[in-house]
């Protein structure tokens, strides 16, 4: 299903998704991350970790975590008011460098400054995650779900819905997108599922209005006809001449459930779920034993996480919680 009016065989197909195309991207983010839209419309996300994170506790993993402007900083000002002696540790974590160097000589510096232990590492969630020093922690997670990709929530501090965001923020995630509805196979990875389409963002106003209207459709009929082999819509920017590659999956409902249920089973894990504008936060506490600490992976970072390691990347996380696991 070719859409886009420029398609050349370039962009049809997908780049070589590594780890180091994507680090490319994320490298060139550090200076303008903490005031793209796209990092503060999602506040209603950030309330609900809030909320679950008033509790004692004597550490804070952050994963995914960019600069810091979200978490853990939001995190440890709300601590600060409520618990100014409290001092748990912290490890913050992103898979860029330029990321976490800016987290660590400018948005975190003022905690470190008040006598918080701040460990910094740099590196994919799995790997780093092997790092960390087990304990029965809370897991906060926030993804996008596919709707939100489709329909603005300006009442709920989404203003523009997913399509129309990434349009206008082309100049930074690419001139050209490629969509592809996505499964997950028996190995957990996610594949396409073969509806698949690209826009260039210099293609004419109409053929992006209809572009987004076919992908709509399709969506729509994925959550109403409830097609659970759809899990995701994935999304690739690229620019040509850039190094890198932008990837995000905005997932349906039933697709996110079988991906957090088959790393974080019933038997050994509570999972609660709770809906903000652009999707879900999950809450994920450990059976049978009291947390002790918080880890979280907000605003779509394991959407960003490549498409073969997002179950991978779940599994290490639940690992950090104990050495039952």
């Known amino acids: ?25 994320w490298n060139g983010q550090a200076e303008i991350y903490e005031t793209a839209d796209m990092t503060v419309d999602n506040a209603g996300e950030m309330d609900v970790v809030l909320r679950h994170c008033r509790f004692p506790f004597e550490s804070v993993v952050t994963l995914g975590g960019a600069v810091g402007c979200r978490d853990p900083r939001k995190i440890l000002e709300d601590l600060i008011q409520r618990a100014p002696g409290a001092r748990p540790r912290v490890f913050f974590n992103d898979l860029a460098e330029r990321l976490v160097l800016r987290a660590k000589s400018a948005v975190l510096t003022p905690f470190a400054e008040q006598g918080f232990s701040i460990k910094y590492h740099v590196g994919e969630i799995r790997r780093v995650c092997e790092k960390i020093p087990r304990a029965p922690r809370r897991i906060i997670i926030g993804v996008y779900e596919a709707r939100s990709f489709f329909l603005a929530h300006p009442t ?4 523009q819905c997913g399509f129309s965001e990434y349009v206008k923020n082309s100049a930074i995630l ?5 969509f592809d509805w ?12 073969g509806l698949r389409g690209d826009i260039c963002v210099e293609d004419s106003s109409e053929t992006l209005v209809r572009v987004k209207r076919l992908f709509a459709e399709i969506g729509h009929k994925v959550w ?16 040509d001449g850039r190094k890198g590659f932008f990837i995000s999956h905005w997932y349906t409902p039933s697709g996110v459930r079988q991906l957090l249920l088959s790393a974080f089973p019933k038997a050994r894990f509570s999972i609660r779920r709770f809906i903000v504008s652009k999707g879900s936060v999950f809450v994920i506490d450990p059976r049978g034993t009291k947390p002790c600490g918080v880890v979280t992976v907000l605003n779509n970072v394991i959407g960003n996480v490549l498409p073969h390691d997002q179950y991978r990347t779940l599994c290490a996380i639940r690992d950090t919680n104990g050495p039952d696991y």
């Open 156 to 159: 709920g501090g989404h203003p």
């Open 174 to 178: 690419g001139k050209h997108f490629l």
């Open 182 to 193: 996505v499964r997950l196979n028996d190995a957990h990875g996610l594949e396409s599922a």
């Open 224 to 239: 109403t006809q409830r097609l659970t082999d759809i899990a995701a819509l994935q999304v690739i920017g690229r620019t």
């Open 1 to 25: 299903m070719n859409t886009s009016q420029v398609n050349t065989e370039k962009w049809w197909c997908k780049p070589p998704l590594t780890v180091t195309g994507q680090t490319a991207f």
